[in-house]
T-cell receptor, first 109, second 114 residues
């Protein structure tokens, strides 16, 4: 069964700094999508970024980028120039059917 | 606003009772997914419907059932409720039935079982 592991329950970053959230997964499939979702206190699930496994190029969305290492089954999220509004729970997901336990990100002013 | 609506927003009920959660997908989307999020935990995938048919099943209890109607709205029925069923239930939709490239989440229904 596919599993998704987020090894950092909590992370903290200074405003304007860069932070990286880790995610590893396990699968025997070769083609799949990976996602990072943000869940602010409102509890709304917001898609941050997605990666297609067959694409070697790492996905980027403005200040958000991923480091996708397919062989290592690693999918980390880098947030650059962190803003107060980035404070939230972040969930890594495999094919939207398997979510990690989440990382709570705090942004310090 | 994702375009996915869920009703009710909040629901408080007693153990042993039965409730129905409703979801209307984004216009044009054929797939509906249901998830359960217990307090401070990740989302657990429950079930997917595509164009009225069950497409994939996750960790859905036998006390839970779902269906998707011809107008594509979906209902999640929870019966013989237990305290541990208290959670946030999300519905999401996507345009087709395969591995979704994009998925849109509703605001969730918060269920409290007392």
């Amino acid at each position: 069964a596919q599993t998704v592991t987020q090894s950092q329950p909590e992370m903290s970053v200074q405003e304007a700094e860069t932070v990286t959230l880790s995610c590893t997964y396990d699968t025997s499939e070769s083609d799949y999508y990976l996602f990072w979702y943000k869940q602010p206190p409102s509890r709304q699930m917001i898609l941050v970024i997605r990666q297609e496994a067959y694409k070697q190029q790492n996905a980027t969305e403005n200040r958000f980028s991923v480091n996708f290492q397919k062989a290592a089954k690693s999918f980390s999220l880098k947030i650059s120039d962190s803003q107060l509004g980035d404070a939230a729970m972040y969930f890594c997901a495999y094919k939207i059917v398997r979510f990690g336990a989440g990382t709570r990100l705090t942004v310090k002013p | 606003d994702s375009g996915v609506t869920q009703t009710p927003k909040h629901l408080i009920t007693a153990t042993g009772q039965r409730v129905t959660l409703r979801c209307s997908p984004r216009s044009g989307d054929l797939s509906v997914y249901w998830y359960q999020q217990s307090l401070d935990q990740g989302l657990q995938f429950l079930i997917q419907y595509y164009n009225g048919e069950e497409r994939a099943k996750g960790n859905i209890l036998e006390r839970f059932s779902a269906q998707q109607f011809p107008d594509l709205h979906s209902e999640l029925n929870l019966s013989s409720l237990e305290l541990g069923d208290s959670a946030l239930y999300f519905c999401a939709s996507s345009p087709d039935g395969g591995d979704p490239y994009e998925q849109y989440f509703g605001p969730g229904t918060r269920l409290t079982v007392t």
